[in-house]
């Protein structure tokens, strides 16, 4: 009888811990929307070039979302072109959207092939995609942004 009683107690214990953490995991959360809003070219300080991407990062939840880091990157035609990782985003307020400009760098073998293939096909349009990785906390999935197009270089 107190083997069964000692179970008990344990499945208790496991069921509140369960419970518990469950609760603290949001059931409304609604995953942020990312934006290509801008990628401009910056100085050159070495061998690689660097840009400044800048995302739109809309928050559609009432509590505010601090975003603990990202990943991203850019292909142009097929080529990854630009890539780049960031710790020091803004928190976001409820409700709201701010504008992020992160530091990127290129990477010269992709951009050599985008460039062949953008000298073949001056006046086509380009396939892009942005890729992106936010992690936004322990309590909440990590989520992950794919947007594709076309954009025409002039």
């Known amino acids: 009888m107190i083997p069964s ?7 208790l214990v496991a069921a509140m811990v369960l419970a518990g953490g469950c609760a603290s995991m949001p059931e409304d959360f609604i995953r942020p929307t990312v934006s290509l809003v801008a990628v401009s070219p910056r100085d050159a300080e070495g061998l690689s070039p ?11 939840n009432r509590k505010r979302l601090a975003i603990e880091g990202l990943t991203y990157r850019i ?19 409820p409700y709201g959207e701010a504008e992020v400009t992160l530091r990127a ?14 000298l073949a096909n001056a006046d086509r349009p ?10 936004v906390g ?5 989520i992950h942004i794919e947007r594709r197009g076309q954009v025409t270089l002039r």
Do not use: H, K, Q
């Open 5 to 11: 009683f000692r179970n008990l107690i344990l499945t």
């Open 50 to 60: 660097e840009f400044d991407v800048v995302l739109r990062i809309a928050n559609p």
């Open 75 to 93: 292909r142009l035609a097929g080529s990854e072109v630009i890539d780049g990782v960031a710790s020091d985003v803004p928190v976001i307020a």
């Open 105 to 118: 760098r290129a990477n010269l073998l992709g951009g050599i092939n985008f460039l062949a293939g953008l």
């Open 126 to 135: 380009i396939d892009f995609e942005l890729v992106a990785r936010i992690d």
């Open 138 to 142: 322990a309590f909440y999935p990590v």
